[in-house]
């Protein structure tokens, strides 16, 4: 039987661990939200957006944000205790977003994400709806990835569908190790969404 995803689970999930007075990066802050919980936790939170529109209004509301996609980080090496990344990754180039979370995250610091998992997809396609189109993207670009380590071009190959085997192999190649994971709902007996919280080795 399908188990529902809970976006407060994940929520939860991202942000528990993030003490008064780290400094966070979050990869990708969409409207901001995660960077405004943390903030009045306490937290020194930085961003990064490639939407110019985002990047503005979090601007506006006082935030330290950047123009900046995650495969090329403004930032100094160790620069961070915590780097969170809600649902960036799957429109990443990876294996290059990564190696630079290794790069900027401090030597005691943490990476905690959450990402699109298999039944994700496949709960989209068999939607039957406007999100089928989208799911049978995420499902052919994932399967060709899969195989040939490169993405469709184009729009068909802007997103995929990520598995705990898949990324463990990319943290161990990175030198991050997965200490936590959460799978929030699942579709066929795949997860829906995946988190992960990683460490450097």
């Known amino acids: 039987m399908p188990t529902k995803s809970n ?38 939170c930085t961003g990064i957006e490639i939407d110019r529109e985002l990047v503005n209004k979090a601007s506006n509301l006082g935030f330290n944000v950047k123009l900046a996609g995650a495969e090329k980080l403004p930032f100094d090496d160790e620069s961070f205790d915590t780097i969170i990344c809600a649902v960036a990754l799957p429109y990443t180039d990876e294996e290059i977003a990564i190696k630079e979370w290794q790069r900027v995250l401090k030597s005691t610091g943490k990476v905690i994400l959450t990402t699109h998992g298999l039944g994700f997809g496949l709960q989209r396609l068999l939607s039957f709806e406007k999100q089928s189109y989208y799911g049978f993207r995420m499902l ?62």
């Open 140 to 201: 052919l670009n994932t399967l060709i990835y899969s195989y040939s380590g490169k993405r469709l071009k184009g729009h068909w190959g802007n997103t995929l569908c990520q598995s705990r085997s898949f990324l463990k192999k990319r943290y161990k190649r990175m030198k991050l190790e997965l200490i936590e994971e959460l799978v929030d709902g699942t579709f066929w007996g795949l997860p829906i969404y995946i988190g992960h919280k990683l460490i450097k080795l």
């Open 7 to 44: 976006y407060n689970r994940r929520l939860k999930f991202l942000t528990e661990e993030v003490k008064r007075g780290e400094d966070v990066l979050d990869v990708g802050f969409g409207g901001a939200h995660i960077m405004t919980l943390l903030s009045k936790n306490g937290a020194n």
